[in-house]
Each structure stands twice: as structure tokens, then as C-alpha cells.
């Protein structure tokens, strides 16, 4: 098989597996290798890697092993036994990569193309606030920007499955109901399966991303702030931060995708700081053609170009993220359990400030003290270009951590607490401490949430599909949304007649009645099976439905009109 980039290895077969295993043990015993990570891992079953890791733990107890858990090919979906992808190496201690918080903080996907990777705009390079031309700023564009901030809170709590946050809509949700193309966002159940990053040799550098993303009109020192932003949000997620070499120096490819047999061309790290190895040339046409025409917008813009100041600036704020990490032990929890009673989100539902993530991390004198000098910690990413207040609950006594009160940006020093909120200027990511001081004192307790009002279907969408919206059409105007107490409602404006409808999503989540008759002021009893049933309306006007999952295997459909 040659589904990954070259002869693929069958480790299902077991004297595949055995060479695998005895070189991993062999590196580790007598070559003191300290951890190992599997390109493509997916391809590899999960077996494979739990029976590799006891054997290399017996000789080397500390071992590491992480890898790439994509699914696809021959392997996709555990065509030939469990194959090991992120969902299934949950539980195993065995490290993931984690595309959730990259394509939330980068924007689109690692194989955006063409115009594509231009317009999917994310988090950490103006979406919302700094549309390029391709972007309205609009309502529609506000929606995705919640949505990529639940996906990095997500992966901020460690990708973890179970971790409860409130979600845009103001719902408790678990990690795993958070959704991400159509697949769990959280999918760990120990931190130190997150591998978190947001970038690294496949596809474009932090930069070159960027660069495709950035509205024309922001300044160099914007695009620095942008690129110190999208390293912060990795560098204070719980898990294994992986930083890409050369992110924290504004590492260029020349826009390259992916440029592995590239050479030094596009492959070259210049420490002096000298370069950066921006506009070295259009990327290869085997690669890159499709873009081009973006590569020539980015490189005739100068504000694309960093001087070696910019690169010192963002190499020295990168090393003022590290030694704060390194500060506090609550940074680097080690357990599940820890991370659900000790970290929260603020700013969170229906009413927060778009675009800015306030992250608390209690240590106060509900728990075991982790960190004999601090209460508390309190982590503010702020992706808007402007200054924004936040209200944190319960917070007293927060400072600017000491590393940021000297730091060499000037912006991030004005950053305040008072009267129970903190204001963060654009563009910046403040980290807050509570001191512990003589005593330990009540820090920042995880605020409880009413698991009760969680949506009844977890990360699925349900829709009214029928005859009213073309069958088929998954579209926002026909899809139910969660109002709580585990109801589901949408309003339609219908005019008389007779229509056939169903409720689902086509992708196996189906609810309906055979042979059912639907009229307004009724209720009817569902079931799961797909198919039609008929619905009369008698006058043209709007109608409410409500589907109630009080009971799951037969949920109420209720119709009224709305007067």
C-alpha cells in the first residue's frame, strides 16, 4: 500500500510489529532515546503501539511516545483492526497531535488551496475584528469566531473529553460536544496525550499562514503581535505544547506547504536573525501553483517583511512565554481530574466579548497546594485589536504576572486588574497571578455548572428536512436549535399546504413517525427510524416546532403558530 508518501509499513501483521518493537526497544535501551514519535501513526494499530510502549517502559521507565493519529487510507476507520488515531489512543498515555486548536487558531485546514486559504481566516490572524477583503466582519463571521474559541478553549483544558465548559450558546457542553468538522473537538482523557501546537514542518510556517490571512493593511509590528499570539495560545494550553523550530523567530518557507525534499532553499532557520527567509522565491509549482497568485500578493506587500528587530522582539517575548510556563506547576497538570476542578473559563455564552479567551487555573484552599506562591492564575488572550475589559468572577488581588511587569513589550505592561476585572490592550496575552503570601486564601474555584441543561445530542445538529427545504439540504434556516430543558426548536414561515418532512441529519441521527399525520396545536410521538410524514398546514404563517428529548428513543414533536 502507498497511501502515506512512500511504502507503507503493515505493523497489523505481527513480524512487522516485532522489528517495530525490537528497534524501538533497542534505541531506547542502548542508545538512551528519551521519547519517540511515529510519523502517520494512524497507520499503525493501537496494539502496536500499547504492546511497543510496556516493552520500551521496562527498559527505559520514562519514555515518551506521541505521533500523528490521522485516519485515512488503507487503515481509515479501522478497516484492518483499531487502528491508532486520536479518539482511540485515549486512555493510553500515548500523545496525540491535536489539528483542533491549530486550524481554530490558523484558520481553514492544512490543505486549504487556492483562494481558500485566504478567506478561512481564524482566531490569531483577524477574523471578525481585521477582516481581510474576503471577509464582511459581519454576524456570520462573529459565529465562527465563538465557535473557534470553544475549540481552543477545548484544547486549552488539555483536548480533554469530559472537561465542562459553557459553550457560545450558553449551554454546559463536554469537550467532546464541542464539534470539529463533523468529529469530537475533545478526545483525550489524560493531558499528556494533547500534543498541542500550531504549527510544524508539514504545511506552511506560523508566519506564512499568517501571511495568507492578514488583511493587506496591518502593520509588520501587528503581524509579530499576531505570531507572539498564536504561540501563547499554545504555550498555556494544558498537555505537551510543540513548537515548530524557528516559530518564536518568524521562521518563513517562502509560503512552501510542504517542503520536505525542499532543501535548504526553503528549509533554511537562520539563528543570526539576520533573515528570515521570507520571499526567497515562489514556492515549488508541484506544491504550491494553485497559490501563486496569493503568494505574489503577500510578497508585494511590505508590510509582510520583518527587520531583525521584529525577530528579536518576538524571540524575546517567546522566551518570557517559556519562563512563565515554567513559573507554575499549574501550567503542566498532570491529570484529568486535576485539570476538571482546577481549570475555567470566563467570558464564555451568549454575551462574551468575541475574541478574547480568559482561562483562571485555581490553586486555592479547596485543593491540594500545587504552587506554594500563587492562589491563582488567570491567562487572557485578547485577538481583537483593541483593548477589552473582562469581568472575572470572584478574582481579588490578581497582578500582572512579574515576568510581564518587566517585559520587554511595552503594550502588555499596560495590562491592569481592578475591581474585579482586567483590561487587556489589542493584540496581546496577559498572564495574571494571585499571590499566596503568608496563607493560602480562596482562589479561583471552578464554578459549578447545571449538567442538567446540557444539549441532549451533544455535538450532533438536527435539522427539518423534507419537501420545505429540498430534502437534503443541511442549512442553518431548517436546523433545530438547543433552547435547554433538552428541547430543540426552529421557527418556519410555511404556506398552506402539504408537505413531507422528516427530522435528522442524514447521517444516521433520524427521528420520525410512519405513516404520521402533522398539524399546528398538536404533539406527536417519534421514533428512531427515517421516514416521511406528512404535514398539513391549513394557513400560511410562521410555526414553531419544538422536538422534546425528555425521552430519547421516543422525543415529542410539538407545532404551534406562532401569533
Known amino acids: 500500500e502507498n497511501s502515506t508518501c512512500c511504502k507503507n509499513t503493515a505493523s497489523e501483521n505481527r513480524m ?8 524501538l526497544v533497542v534505541w531506547a535501551r542502548d542508545y538512551h532515546v528519551d521519547a519517540f514519535r511515529f510519523d502517520l501513526m494512524g497507520h499503525h494499530m493501537k496494539s502496536n503501539l500499547e ?15 506521541y505521533g500523528e493519529g490521522w485516519n485515512f487510507g488503507e487503515v481509515v476507520d479501522g478497516a484492518r483492526g483499531e487502528n491508532a488515531i486520536q479518539w482511540n489512543m485515549a486512555g493510553t498515555g500515548i500523545g496525540t497531535f491535536s489539528d483542533r486548536l491549530r486550524d481554530a487558531v490558523r484558520g481553514g485546514g492544512p490543505f486549504d488551496e487556492g483562494d481558500s486559504l485566504r478567506f ?17 466582519g459581519d454576524d456570520s463571521d462573529k459565529q465562527d469566531l465563538l465557535h473557534k474559541s470553544d475549540q481552543i478553549r477545548v484544547g486549552l483544558a488539555g483536548n480533554l473529553r469530559h472537561f465542562v465548559l459553557i459553550n457560545k450558546d450558553g449551554f454546559p457542553v463536554f469537550g467532546q460536544d464541542i464539534d470539529y468538522n463533523g468529529m469530537p ?3 483525550t482523557l489524560d493531558p499528556q496525550e494533547n500534543i498541542s501546537y500550531v504549527s510544524k514542518h508539514d504545511n506552511q510556517t506560523l508566519w506564512d499562514n499568517n501571511q495568507y490571512r492578514i488583511a493587506s493593511d496591518i502593520t509588520t509590528a501587528e503581524r509579530v503581535r499576531m505570531q507572539n499570539l498564536g504561540l501563547a495560545t499554545n504555550m498555556f494550553a494544558q498537555g505537551v505544547p510543540f513548537f515548530h523550530m524557528g516559530s518564536d523567530i518568524l521562521r518563513s518557507k517562502s509560503m512552501e506547504r510542504d517542503s520536505y525534499d525542499s532543501g535548504d532553499w526553503f528549509n533554511a532557520v537562520d539563528f543570526s536573525l539576520a533573515d528570515s527567509t521570507w520571499a526567497k522565491g515562489l514556492p515549488r509549482k508541484d506544491k504550491d501553483g494553485n497559490n501563486w497568485h496569493l503568494v505574489e500578493q503577500a510578497f508585494a506587500n511590505p ?13 524575546a517575548v517567546f522566551l518570557e512565554y517559556l519562563a512563565i510556563r515554567k513559573s507554575s506547576p499549574l501550567f503542566r497538570l498532570t491529570s484529568a481530574e486535576d485539570i476538571i476542578q482546577r481549570v475555567d473559563f470566563h467570558n464564555t455564552g451568549n454575551n462574551q466579548v468575541p475574541g478574547v479567551i480568559a482561562m483562571s487555573i485555581d490553586d486555592g484552599i479547596d485543593g491540594k497546594n500545587l504552587d506554594p506562591k500563587l492562589d491563582a492564575i488567570v491567562v487572557v488572550i485578547n485577538a481583537s485589536n483593541v483593548a477589552q475589559t473582562i469581568q472575572i468572577p470572584g478574582a481579588r488581588k490578581l497582578q500582572l504576572h512579574p515576568m510581564l511587569q518587566n517585559s520587554i513589550d511595552d503594550v502588555v505592561r499596560r495590562s491592569t486588574f481592578e475591581g474585579g476585572e482586567v483590561r487587556v490592550p489589542g493584540l496581546t496575552v496577559a498572564v495574571f497571578v494571585q499571590p499566596q503570601q503568608d496563607s493560602r486564601t480562596l482562589g479561583l474555584p471552578v464554578k459549578p455548572k447545571d449538567l442538567t441543561q446540557m444539549p441532549s445530542l451533544g455535538k450532533e445538529s438536527i435539522y427539518l428536512l423534507g419537501t420545505l427545504t429540498s430534502w437534503e439540504k443541511l442549512l442553518t434556516e431548517n436546523q433545530f436549535q438547543f433552547i435547554g430543558n433538552n428541547q430543540y426548536a426552529i421557527e418556519l414561515s410555511l404556506d398552506k399546504g ?7 441529519n442524514n447521517s444516521g441521527l433520524n427521528y420520525s413517525k410512519l405513516g404520521a399525520l402533522l398539524e399546528p396545536s398538536t404533539t406527536t410521538l417519534l421514533v428512531k427510524q427515517d421516514s416521511v410524514m406528512n404535514l398539513s398546514i391549513s394557513e400560511e404563517g410562521v410555526y414553531r416546532f419544538v422536538l422534546n ?3 430519547k428513543e421516543s422525543p415529542s414533536l410539538d407545532i ?4
Open 120 to 136: 478561512n481566516q481564524g482566531f490569531g490572524n483577524g477574523l471578525y475584528y481585521l477582516p481581510n477583503e474576503m471577509r464582511q
Open 303 to 315: 508590510n509582510s517583511y520583518s527587520e531583525k528587530s521584529d525577530r528579536e522582539m518576538s524571540a
Open 498 to 504: 402539504f408537505y413531507k418532512v422528516k427530522t435528522g
Open 16 to 23: 512487522m510489529e516485532k522489528l517495530m518493537i525490537d528497534s
Open 560 to 563: 404551534t403558530k406562532v401569533e
Open 51 to 65: 504492546k511497543a510502549f510496556e516493552k520500551v517502559k521496562a527498559v527505559r521507565p520514562n519514555i515518551y511516545f
Open 185 to 187: 473537538a475533545g478526545y
Open 549 to 551: 428529548f425528555s425521552n
